[in-house]
């Protein structure tokens, strides 16, 4: 590989093999055969003249000879090889001083310099191959991307080709469609496992319906009803900000809220954030699980609380605690397991849901 001389350069190297290349020697082209100063023979320089001529020696020597040198004997090596040096070549005693070269570093698909790389020419033919790595993991796509095909025959459908000439048609379109998943995704912490790391999905129906305020503050939502039968419907809106789920998932993750001792009990297991985010509600099939599974005395104490509802996994306790008294921890488990949980229920209009009524003697306007 041949760099320019005037300036930084970044060399990105692609090895599928999965071995890093040997970048070892660099070379310094000239133009003429000339007398190595004893400064240079001594750190390991060589001149070759087998095809043109170029000084060569290790990256290892060329930065250790670079650090032992003063700043006078920098200069006066300068001086020495840009006589030495046709005057075509000068640039090539600045650059044997002065240059540094990095070692190799690893940066995973999703960097934006992977993007620097041509696809390689035996692509198509490497995913048509159903006994290499590329075209198995191409069939596993194959198998997912199609896996999400409306059973309706009617309908458009994917279909992925296996050919080398197909492949190659579509290449240039699924290269351009996969970047999103570099893009987007975080870094692999395991890239031997096999099949995607990440899976996205997103409603077929409008749920969440999303509206924007108007002037005066208040959102609107037309909802066309397609009913042969008059039916008798009750609509519940919950208005939730544009951050509000993104939010919740902050407070869902592990890295930010590692899991903590529960403080009143500092020997029980440990409170996990995410249950605290879960409605409780212990129902009456709830109560039936119970039964046999727990003294007849301790679940006829939780009677009173059936259908109540509590929000986190804390509360829940505290409230059976207060009611039914002590249990071990074999029993909190025994009850954990048999009560319902919901991470989304429908508002209750008294704790600030809004109950909207449908008034079917109005006509409702198409969005």
Do not use: C
Request: proline share 9%.
């Amino acid at each position: 590989v041949t760099l320019p001389l005037n300036g930084q350069t970044r060399l990105l190297l692609r090895y599928p093999q999965g071995q890093a290349p040997a970048v070892s020697e660099v070379r310094f082209p000239i133009s003429q055969v000339i007398t190595l100063p004893p400064l240079l023979v001594n750190a390991g320089f060589r001149q070759v003249t087998s095809v043109g001529s170029y000084l060569q020696v290790s990256i290892a020597a060329l930065n250790t000879f670079q650090q032992s040198l003063s700043t006078s004997q920098r200069e006066a090596l300068r001086q020495t090889l840009r006589n030495a040096l046709a005057a075509a070549d000068a640039v090539v005693a600045d650059a044997l001083l002065d240059i540094k070269i990095t070692p190799l570093t690893e940066f995973s698909p999703r960097d934006e310099r992977s993007t620097y790389f041509r696809v390689p020419a035996g692509l198509a033919t490497d995913l048509a191959n159903a006994e290499s790595d590329r075209g198995q993991q191409w069939r596993q796509i194959k198998i997912y991307l199609e896996s999400i095909n409306s059973t309706d025959p009617t309908l458009p459908a994917i279909d992925l080709p296996t050919s080398a000439a197909e492949i190659a048609n579509l290449l240039p379109d699924f290269l351009n469609w996969s970047q999103r998943f570099f893009d987007a995704s975080a870094d692999v912490d395991n890239p031997d496992a096999a099949g995607p790391w990440l899976v996205t999905a997103y409603p077929r129906i409008s749920t969440p319906s999303y509206a924007s305020p108007d002037a005066s503050g208040r959102l609107k939502y037309d909802h066309l009803l397609s009913d042969r039968w008059a039916h008798n419907y009750r609509y519940y809106i919950r208005p939730s900000s544009r951050y509000d789920l993104l939010w919740q998932s902050l407070l869902e993750s592990p890295d930010l809220f590692p899991p903590r001792a529960n403080p009143a009990d500092p020997a029980s297991d440990v409170i996990r954030p995410l249950r605290e985010l879960d409605t409780f509600v212990l129902s009456a099939r709830s109560l039936v699980d119970l039964d046999g599974k727990l003294p007849k005395a301790l679940v006829d104490a939780l009677y009173p609380l059936e259908n109540q509802r509590y929000l986190g996994e804390t509360s829940f306790l505290e409230a059976i605690g207060t009611l039914a008294g002590s249990f071990n921890k074999s029993q909190q488990a025994t009850l954990l397991a048999a009560v319902e949980t919901f991470r989304e229920v429908l508002p209750d209009p008294a704790a600030g849901g809004l109950e909207i009524p449908l008034d079917r003697t109005q006509p409702i306007d198409k969005p």
